[in-house]
């Protein structure tokens, strides 16, 4: 709820000097049980940031996190560990994090020790279990990262996440280091896991075809805002937002003259350290107008069926929609 990161610019440490980087600026949404939710947008625009809020991996300069209406934010650090083994996170890079001097069986019974889980014969038993689930056998288990590839390099990263029985797992571009080859049986080994141990998944994304494919909803972030929060169904439908109309009418077809209103988008990304005025959108929004620029649209906090930001959605709506996520 209204959570917020600032990170402070090295400037900043100056007396006078205040200037902050606004990676994540009041963004409230939930996470129902069960479901897949994918956070969308460019890179920068916070996405990463708000999977480590909501995990606690960082401090949230404002806002709350409740986890099963648990306050996260207010528990101690030291109280925070039997709760962590409850939320877990998959990297991006599974080169770079996973231990290089470590054994897979070392990497996968870790979490388990850390939380005090099963004796050792059990943490080894489990270990062998964790690498069947992900597709792997017992004997990878006294190998390092670098005898695998890195398809398998993330399959022990998820086992890793898996070890300690999390409900909610985060994957953080889990799929967009690896070959496209690869990306598939990682993204069906993910959905296939979610519904053997009844997961929840949070999918940070910046590829359209990923989320489509896995998520049951979608959150689509610009600048540190979540600008549009649907189904994925609606999301890819109808669009509301003016982004995300832009971001789905960037995804490239074979055909684009099945697409006469193909919008791209114009300019750069704003820096967050100086964020636009009023709708940060607005200085490549199509539609703006001067209200956009003085005045912040905001998604209700009840608006989790299809929530937008945006003051002239319904306007917009009523316009010739991109052919991008109708023709597919
Ligand atoms: Fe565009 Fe204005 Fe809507 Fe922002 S509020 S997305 S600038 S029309
Ligand atoms: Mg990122």
Redesign the pocket.
């Known amino acids: 709820e209204n959570l917020t990161k600032h990170f402070a610019t090295s400037k900043s440490l100056l007396p006078g000097s205040g200037r902050s980087v606004k990676a994540v600026d009041g963004v409230s949404f939930t996470v129902r049980k069960g479901e897949t939710l994918a956070i969308v947008g460019e890179s920068g625009c916070g996405k990463s940031t708000l999977a480590r809020l909501v995990l606690r991996l960082i401090d949230p300069t404002g806002g709350t996190v409740r986890f099963h209406g648990q306050d996260i934010a207010a528990i101690p650090e030291r109280s925070m560990r039997p709760l962590r083994a409850r939320m877990q996170m998959i990297f991006q890079d599974p080169f770079a994090s996973l231990n290089p001097r470590m054994t897979v069986a070392e990497i996968l019974t870790e979490p388990m020790q850390v939380h005090k889980l099963g004796t050792r014969a059990q943490r080894r038993e489990r270990m062998i279990e964790l690498l069947e689930l992900v597709g792997l056998t017992a004997r990878h288990a006294d190998r390092y990262p670098h005898e695998f590839s890195g398809g398998q390099r993330q399959r022990i990263g998820i086992a890793r996440a898996l070890a300690a029985g999390p409900e909610l797992v985060i994957g953080d571009e889990p799929v967009s280091a690896l070959d496209v080859s690869v990306q598939a049986q990682v993204i069906n080994l993910l959905e296939d896991l979610k519904q053997r141990l009844g997961l929840t998944l949070v999918i940070i994304s910046h590829d359209l075809a990923v989320v489509r494919h896995m998520s049951d909803r979608v959150g689509v972030m610009y600048l540190g805002k979540m ?1 549009e929060l649907a189904d994925t169904q609606a999301l890819f439908s109808s669009p509301r ?3 995300t109309r832009a971001l789905m009418s960037a995804v490239p077809l074979p055909d684009p003259e099945a697409r006469p209103d193909r919008q791209l988008l114009e300019g750069d990304v704003p820096s967050p350290l100086n964020p636009p005025s ?2 940060r ?2 200085t490549r ?1 199509p ?3 001067d ?2 620029r003085t005045e912040e ?1 905001v998604m209700g906090a009840n608006d989790d069926d299809h929530g937008v ?5 319904r306007e ?1 709506d009523a316009l010739p929609r991109p052919a991008a996520a109708a023709a597919r």
């Open positions: 600008v937002h003016p982004y009023g709708c959108f607005h929004c539609y703006v107008r209200r956009c649209p930001a945006c003051h002239f959605w917009i």
